[in-house]
């Protein structure tokens, strides 16, 4: 299918708040040409309305806006942060952003299935969140 790039797969240290944190997952999707530069702006707007809605368990958040919020071609993006990222009002931290840019209601949800399986194995969740480097994250996702 590859909806994962190994150009959008990227690892950083730490964000200094999930705004940021929004930023740098969506900038490899912008470099490449999937999302318009509003895209990560849309999905900050949206957590502000309606909080964190794509936190999907602990230290996994798949941040990802409507098609039409600024979407040009279907593509995941992958960032790990090795520190926590603090959303307001929320205990639980992210380290794990799968940013999802969807041309349309239905291209990527074979993907989302795949992810889904993927990150339901708490071990597998461990190994992906402690990856050496990007080209071994990118080795977790290379087949969805």
Request: glycine fraction near 6%; charged fraction near 30%; include cysteine.
């Amino acid at each position: 299918m590859g909806l994962v790039k190994l150009e959008n797969v990227k690892i950083y240290k730490q964000a200094d708040d999930w705004r940021e944190a929004i930023r740098i997952s969506v900038k490899p999707l912008e470099d490449g040409g999937y999302v318009k530069s509003c895209y990560k702006d849309e999905i900050i707007g949206n957590v502000e309305k309606l909080g964190p809605y794509f936190l999907i368990a602990d230290d996994i958040a798949m941040p990802h806006a409507r098609p039409e919020q600024g979407t040009i071609e279907t593509q995941i993006g992958i960032t790990l942060f090795r520190e926590g990222v603090q959303f307001d009002g929320k205990e639980s931290t992210a380290r794990l952003f799968v940013t999802l840019a969807a041309k349309d209601n239905d291209s990527h949800l074979e993907a989302l299935v795949k992810i889904s399986e993927l990150l339901s194995d708490e071990a597998m969740v461990e190994d992906i969140l402690t990856a050496s480097d990007e080209q071994a994250l990118y080795q977790y996702f290379e087949r969805i």
